[in-house]
């Protein structure tokens, strides 16, 4: 099943499948996420927020670790998840800002 996932500030939208990372979703649609680790839930250079977090999975051990040492913080009164681990089960829309569309 796909679902829908809308990155703001800028608006840009892309389908992800269910169980597909955010950033392997973003990817395949042709847009650069940005990442040091290369998605592997190491740097957190990924992180996304989340301001309704209702029916996601737990935190992997990877983003509880990272994101515990992360200065990093929520500018929207959401959560703070890593795109590199976070898998999509149901529409969602994130706040990144940087995301812009493939280039054509």
């Known amino acids: 099943m796909s679902h829908t996932v809308v990155v703001q500030p800028s608006g840009i939208s892309f389908e992800a499948d269910s169980g597909e990372t955010v950033m392997a979703a973003a990817r395949r649609a042709g847009i650069k996420w940005p990442t040091v680790c290369g998605g592997h839930g190491e740097c957190a250079v990924c992180f996304v927020e989340l301001v309704d977090d209702d029916g996601l999975q737990p935190l992997t051990n990877p983003e509880k670790t990272v994101l515990g040492r992360s200065t990093n913080r929520p500018r929207h009164g959401g959560v703070l998840r890593m795109a590199c681990q976070l ?7 994130v706040w990144r800002i940087g995301i812009r569309p493939p280039k054509v």
């Open 87 to 93: 898998r999509v089960d149901h529409d969602l829309e």
